[in-house]
């Protein structure tokens, strides 16, 4: 049996037992006799609050004294699962399916069963990388994720300091991310089916206190997963200020405001065009959704292009309120929630406005907003990748006579005949010169003959409207390279290791200019993926 | 000092012999005081001399050379080391200079000369020397006393007592028979290199007096015998081994000798085979004599040589190629093999290799193999894979074409552009050598027909350009606008050539791996059935045919792999998806229905089955999916355009055949009014026909009813009966009869042979035998349809006897059969002008325009109200429009599957669909036939057999 089907067996096994158990089972409370009893309560609020070293605590105690108590031991297998201890929790966990049990319900208790059942599976052979001082662990599957892996340790470090800055606190720690391989590894891991994934782009989550994003490679052509941990960190810090009490609208303003933090400066709302055309758009004929309509999740919204002006609505709002109140007001937003109080009177009395005012102030900066020129842009769309091909981009370009000359030339240049590949390209060019995969192509032929400033010319146009397109940024890198200028080719073939780190260009490009200690792991980069050798 | 030297090596070897191999440990000592002694003497004097040359003394080398350099060299030594009160520190200093430059100007030779009287000194020494060296090694004695004075210790080692105790070591060699050598001495013996399997004779004699003499090989000991002063043992020789000797002297003392020794076993070597044609691997028609060239050599001698052959199945199968008694150094020789031989089917992989054996009987025989050869028995699996290769090797000279016009322009120089042309139009015409070859095979072979016309447009469209270009070239080289505008052209049509090819070649490879899937399906459909089959009646004929077609389904995957390997991103990226993990499940299916079949686990073969099955849905799953989204891509106006067609000339056939139906009521009608009224007139003219009708039954009888179903059989000898009626009526003169009976003779020829096409196309048989029995079917239809209408017109006035109705059905129908014409007029401009221009399908075109014509003339039929003429036109109308609308489909099913005996047809543009349940006609026939052999309840036998003969028709 193959372990995914081995997997869905022993899943669908354990449920069929859960259903048998929970049916037949009598309800009898089984908890822990006396002041114990409410001593367990308290902990279990305080898992759900995210205060776990309370719990944790409180648990170790109430284990001692009551080692085979199902309430006991389902908190403490909960207690695992946020502890990353994936093994032990699935026990705790799985061993009071079919009890009797006091203070969680069936479908919670199957849901967390599930959860550690599936984790454990997913990330059993998982390698480690932890920080010196042990507060930051990345958990990524074997193989290429390394790349990543040793990336996003320092990102974090760079995360969590921003943080600091913007919302005057550190989460506990330890802060543990974990890289999944593919989007059903995400799917199984977490409570998102693989169809909202697709439908709504999500490919990370924050959920029982740790990081989880989709590997890179996942995806046709990566992702900005730099700035998705950067995102999905605002979530974790949010969520225990708040004692998760935030409303989803609130994690992901914040989140979607804050994301970028970690770059350094001032934090700033990054809309692609599309999302701010929409937004524009659908606020000019009064077509916004509804804060409350994003409970349960943006991830579970009917359509991509809902996500998408979801979180363009809810980062404004946040964007808008923080020029007038900086981070003191946010993080004293934070603390009003965090006692209970409603978002939005949070909002309100922190601003000491009502929240009718502070929208009609986000309102009138969206108003203020330009309409992108190039305004008919989609949506960004991440596309995963299916089976092992290689993604091929060339479909992308929109011209046909374009798309029709890059396909010849991508012939040309697998023929190694990169002289004539240029020309095509360049006829590509003429055609198409805003199209990043064109000027893509052209730049990467210009390198390859020795022309820098060509390619330069191509690609640097193009550069504030697709700072996500890998390939320009990959390319950009290499022809600054090419022309001297090492800062501008470190800078570029940075970011493009921050969308796409399976690529080698950039990885190539970074090992030449860098100094010779940060230079080592970029050459293993450069050399592991395939890179030019010289 | 040479005397001394020449005294010391004469001593110690004196004192070796005195002293013996075991000398007493005081005599042993006395021997060492004379040999130090010795030692002391010779280098007494030279250390003295040495001594003498230090510090000042030096300057003693000088004395005979340049006496007052000596002496300036003693005052600067002397001056340096105590400078004289009062002297001048600069002149010493000047003095020391002056000195050190004259010495550091002199050569070393001059100062150091030969002693004059080396010569005298050396003789006495050297001799002594020779002396020496001469008595130690004629005397065994003497070395083994150096020995003893050289390991003084070793004599007293508790645990091994070791001295030079063997005067001599002495070996014969006896060789196995096998090698036919002689026996060969080896005297003093220390290492021997041997033949495995030679006997090793020893003779030993030892240095002191000995009574025990033991031989250790290994971890052997062999006790030796004494002959005289010898002692003497053999041993056979397996594998390398140390060889050591102890001897025991009287006083029961053991030594064991010092010297060391060793014996090294040779192995045989395998003979050297080498299978010199083929020389490679190969892929060979199912008709294919193949020749086998074959060499064997052997030290020993090659006994005999064997054909290897590994089938599908993995058993190997053995053919005696020579056998030589006795064996010979070597074997040269050729031999046939025929593909038949093999027992394969086509796409099977066959092993082929040749084994010789030596004659090595000792630890033999020694087994040498040639290269393995593959073969690959041609099948449309083969040839779709040289069509693919066609199409590489097009887009790549299209590619390189491309390449270099655009990579260098057109050169003003007049010189330079013709050579440029030279170059870009040998490019060319290999290209369109290339294009032509692939468009004719298209063209003539029973797949990608449809592809023909678009290699023959690149064709023309190429010849067109290069004959633009060269006019601008020749006789004058024109201006360079011209010729840059010619270039330009031909490029353009490069790339879309280019693009064209890559789209082909992506489409081919898509449907080829889909055409192996298909195969795979079927074999594991074979599988299912040959397991039932197996678990119902055990045999190794069942399990054996069960591993062969294991074998084979292997076979299809491993080409499956190869093929998506070779895809690269030349195939669509939802193609490329049948990941390596999917067809790794696949084998493991394979490999765990193997185990299970060789463990007699048939529940396990059953589980793995259903594992494969699971595999093998999710692979075409995958590929069809790829098929589909790939070919809508790319091609999917000219496949729309080509499914409309079809749609429409499905259209036109049924309208045609509406019209005929109608026109040949008309005309049995008036035909058997015209009969009622004719009595018995008709005499004359049935004797004419007889000819006619005797050829129509040669036609049904060269049919074989032996190759047909019971019920095709009934049919066919139903018609011949029919036919015979006819033959007797016409010979009778009886017109109406033989009408009648030409009427059911060609009912029931038409049956026949639509059953017959039917099984043609799922089940071609053995060698084309249904096809061929459909042929002959269609036929003796055909004739049986001219014989009924001579005879209709062989009744007079036809016309006459229409009645008004059917009068007024043939004229009033005349437009639709005009129409109809028109449509087939417009259907051949359908088929001859694609949405690229090109040809849907060659020829159609032409047929349909002929079938027009035929419509035409059975308008103008109808118009003459001529039945007989109206139902004959229209009748073969539609008969022509079902004939091709049947070889379109079937170009149409070839092109996507893999062969004509593939599973059901699948239209062009769907997917491959392998329904969940289906069974295909093998599998169904298979359990029918079981359950055929099962009985039926009595009395209901025949029932039951014509029912299930239904269900296989």
């Not at chain 1, 998102?192 to 029982?208: F, N, P, Q, Y």
């Not at chain 1, 914040?254 to 934090?267: D, I, M, S, V």
């Not at chain 1, 590949?421 to 210009?446: C, F, I, K, N, T």
């Not at chain 2, 997917?911 to 349940?917: D, F, L, S, W, Y």
Request: charged residues 30%; negative net charge.
């Amino acid at each position: 049996m193959t372990p995914p089907v081995r997997s869905l067996a022993a899943t669908t096994a354990m449920v069929a037992i859960v259903a048998l158990g929970l049916g037949a089972a009598p309800r009898a409370l089984a908890m822990p006799p006396g002041e114990d009893a409410a001593t367990l309560v308290a902990a279990a609020e305080a898992l759900d609050r995210l205060r776990i070293d309370d719990a944790e605590r409180t648990l170790d105690a109430l284990s001692a004294r009551h080692p085979d108590d199902p309430d006991v031991r389902f908190e403490r297998g909960y207690l695992r699962l946020l502890r990353g201890d994936y093994a032990r929790a699935r026990a705790d966990l799985e061993s009071t399916l079919v009890r009797a049990v006091g203070l969680r319900g069936p479908e919670e208790r199957v849901m967390l069963a599930r959860v550690a059942h599936e984790t454990e599976l997913v990330t059993g052979g998982f390698e480690e990388l932890r920080s010196d001082d042990g507060r930051f662990v990345v958990r990524f599957a074997p193989g290429p994720d390394r790349f990543v892996a040793h990336d996003a340790l320092a990102i974090l470090a760079r995360v969590d300091a921003g943080l600091a800055t913007e919302l005057g606190a550190h989460h506990e720690g330890p802060i543990r991310l974990e890289i999944l391989p593919t989007a059903t590894a995400l799917s199984r891991v977490s409570s998102l089916s693989i169809e909202d994934i697709e439908r709504t782009g999500t490919i990370a989550l924050c959920k029982w206190d740790r990081l989880m994003i989709t590997s890179p490679r996942a995806l046709a052509h990566g992702y900005p997963w730099a700035d998705t941990i950067g995102h999905e960190a605002v979530h974790l810090l949010l969520a225990q200020l708040t004692e998760d009490r935030a409303p989803v609208w609130m994690q992901e303003g914040y989140a979607r405001f804050l994301e970028r933090r970690w770059r350094g400066g001032t934090p700033a709302v990054h809309l692609d065009p599309g999302s701010q055309t929409l937004l524009v758009t659908r606020a000019g004929t009064d077509d916004l959704i509804p804060f409350e309509r994003l409970h349960p999740s943006i991830a579970m919204l009917p359509s991509a292009e809902d996500a998408a002006l979801a979180f363009a609505q809810v980062s404004t709002f946040v964007e808008a309120f923080y020029r007038a109140h900086g981070s003191a007001g946010l993080i004293d937003v934070a603390a009003r929630v965090r006692v209970g109080e409603d978002a939005r009177q949070a909002f309100a009395d922190a601003a000491a406005a009502p929240f009718s005012d502070l929208e009609g102030h986000w309102r009138d900066a969206i108003g203020a907003m330009p309409v992108p020129d190039d305004a008919t842009q989609p949506i960004p769309h991440l596309e995963l990748r299916h089976g092992a091909a290689e993604p091929d981009d060339s479909g992308d370009v929109a011209a046909e006579s374009a798309r029709r000359a890059v396909r010849l030339g991508d012939l040309l240049w697998t023929e190694q005949r990169y002289l004539a590949a240029s020309v095509e390209y360049g006829r590509a060019h003429a055609v198409a010169p805003d199209d990043p995969v064109v000027a893509s192509r052209l730049a990467r032929a210009a390198v390859r003959g020795g022309d820098g400033q060509a390619a330069i010319d191509a690609l640097a146009p193009l550069l504030p409207r697709w700072s996500e397109h890998e390939p320009l940024l990959a390319n950009l890198g290499a022809a600054y390279l090419l022309v001297g200028d090492r800062a501008r080719a470190a800078e570029t073939s940075r970011a493009a290791t921050e969308i796409n780190p399976f690529d080698p260009e950039p990885h190539c490009t970074l090992a030449a200019v860098l100094p010779d200690a940060d230079a080592a792991f970029e050459r293993d980069a450069c050399a592991a993926l395939g890179g030019r050798s010289e | 000092m040479l005397a001394a030297l020449g005294a010391l090596a004469l001593g110690s070897v004196a004192a070796g012999w005195l002293l013996g191999p075991l000398p007493h440990a005081a005599l042993l000592g006395v021997g060492w005081t004379l040999v130090s002694g010795a030692l002391v003497v010779a280098i007494w004097q030279p250390i003295a001399d040495l001594v003498a040359l230090r510090g000042v003394g030096a300057a003693a080398l000088l004395d005979a050379s340049d006496p007052a350099l000596a002496a300036a060299t003693r005052s600067a030594w002397e001056l340096a080391r105590a400078r004289p009160t009062g002297a001048s520190g600069a002149l010493i200093a000047a003095h020391e200079r002056r000195v050190r430059e004259r010495l550091a100007a002199l050569r070393p030779a001059a100062v150091v000369r030969v002693p004059r009287d080396l010569g005298r000194a050396a003789r006495p020494a050297a001799l002594a020397l020779v002396v020496a060296l001469g008595i130690a090694a004629t005397s065994g004695r003497a070395r083994a006393g150096i020995f003893a004075l050289t390991h003084p210790l070793a004599a007293s080692r508790i645990d091994a007592p070791t001295a030079s105790v063997v005067e001599s070591f002495d070996a014969r060699v006896v060789y196995p028979a096998y090698l036919g050598r002689s026996p060969l001495r080896v005297p003093a013996a220390s290492r021997m290199d041997v033949p495995v399997g030679s006997t090793l004779e020893l003779r030993i004699v030892p240095r002191i007096t000995a009574r025990r003499v033991e031989i250790l090989v290994g971890e052997r000991r062999l006790a030796a015998t004494r002959t005289g002063d010898t002692f003497g043992t053999s041993f056979l020789v397996r594998e390398d081994e140390r060889i050591g000797v102890t001897v025991t002297d009287a006083s029961g003392r053991t030594v064991r000798d010092s010297e060391r020794r060793a014996v090294h076993a040779i192995p045989d070597a395998v003979p050297t085979v080498r299978l010199t044609s083929p020389d490679a691997d190969e892929s060979i028609d199912a008709d294919a004599v193949l020749l086998l060239a074959y060499s064997a050599e052997d030290d020993v001698g090659v006994v005999d040589v064997d054909l290897v052959i590994t089938p599908p199945d993995g058993q190997e199968r053995r053919r005696r190629l020579s056998t030589s008694t006795p064996a010979v150094d070597s074997v040269f020789g050729d031999t046939t093999l025929e593909a038949r031989e093999l027992g394969a089917e086509p796409g099977d992989r066959i092993a082929i290799r040749v084994e010789a054996r030596d004659a090595n009987d000792v630890d033999g025989p020694g087994v040498g193999r040639s290269e393995t050869r593959t073969l690959t028995l041609a099948s449309e699996s083969t040839r779709r894979q040289d069509g693919i290769e066609d199409l590489v090797n097009a887009r790549a000279a299209a590619l390189g074409a491309l390449a270099d016009r655009l990579e260098v322009a057109v050169p003003e120089d007049p010189s330079a552009a013709m050579a440029r042309f030279a170059v870009g139009s040998a490019q060319l015409t290999a290209l369109i050598g290339a294009l032509g070859r692939m468009s004719f095979d298209a063209r003539v072979g029973e797949t990608a027909r449809t592809d023909a016309p678009i290699y023959a447009g690149m064709v023309t469209r190429l010849r067109r350009g290069l004959s633009a270009e060269r006019r601008a070239l020749e006789p004058r080289v024109q201006a360079l606008e011209p010729r840059t505008a010619a270039d330009r052209a031909l490029a353009t049509e490069l790339e879309n050539d280019v693009l064209t090819l890559t789209d082909m070649l992506a489409r081919a490879r898509v449907q080829d791996a889909a055409a192996i899937a298909r195969e795979l399906e079927q074999l594991r459909r074979e599988i299912a059935s040959l397991l039932r089959e197996l678990a119902r009646a055990p045999s190794d004929e069942a399990r054996a045919a069960l591993l062969t077609a294991i074998g084979r389904a292997e076979q299809r995957l491993a080409e499956l792999r190869a093929r998506l390997g070779a895809m690269g991103t030349s195939a669509p990226e939802e193609f490329a998806n049948v990941t390596e993990a999917e067809t790794r499940q696949t084998q493991a299916a394979l490999d765990a229905m193997r185990e299970g079949l060789l463990a007699g686990d048939l529940d396990a073969a059953q589980r793995a089955l259903t594992a494969l099955e699971q595999q093998i849905d999710g692979i075409a799953r995958a590929l069809g999916q790829g098929e589909s989204a790939f070919s809508e891509a790319h091609f999917g106006d000219r496949d729309r355009a080509l499914a409309e067609a079809m749609d429409a000339l499905q259209g036109l056939e049924a309208e045609e055949r509406e019209l005929a139906a109608s026109s040949a009521d008309a005309r049995n009608e008036a035909a058997r009014a015209a009969l009622a009224s004719l009595g018995d007139r008709g005499a004359g003219r049935a004797a004419e026909l007889g000819e006619q009708a005797a050829s129509a039954l040669a036609a049904i009888e060269a049919m074989e009813p032996g190759r047909l179903g019971q019920a095709d059989r009934e049919e066919h000898e139903r018609t011949r009966q029919r036919l015979e009626d006819v033959a007797d009526a016409l010979a009778s003169g009886d017109l109406g009869e033989a009408s009648r009976m030409a009427e059911e003779a060609e009912t029931d020829a038409d049956a026949l042979s639509r059953d017959l096409a039917l099984d043609a196309m799922m089940f071609p048989g053995h060698e084309g035998a249904t096809a061929d029995s459909a042929r002959r079917a269609s036929d003796a239809a055909r004739r049986a349809h001219e014989l009924r209408s001579s005879i209709e017109r062989a009744i007079p006035e036809l016309r006459q006897h229409l009645s008004d109705p059917s009068r007024r059905a043939l004229q009033s129908a005349a437009p639709r059969q005009t129409a109809a014409a028109d449509a087939a007029g417009r259907l051949a401009d359908r088929f001859e002008h694609g949405p690229d221009g090109e040809p849907l399908v060659p020829d159609v075109a032409d047929d349909l325009r002929d079938i027009g014509e035929l419509m035409r003339e059975a308008r103008s039929a109808r118009e003459h109200e001529e039945p007989a003429e109206t139902a004959d036109a229209e009748g073969e109308a539609a008969r022509r429009l079902s004939e091709l609308r049947r070889r379109l489909e079937q170009d149409s099913q070839r092109r996507r599957s893999d062969s004509g005996s593939a599973g059901g047809a699948s239209e062009l543009g769907h997917p491959v669909e392998i329904p969940e349940g289906h069974e295909g006609p093998m599998e169904l026939r298979r359990r029918l036939l079981d359950a055929m052999s099962e009985g039926a309840p009595q009395g209901y036998d025949d029932a039951v057999r014509r029912y299930y003969e239904g269900l296989l028709r």
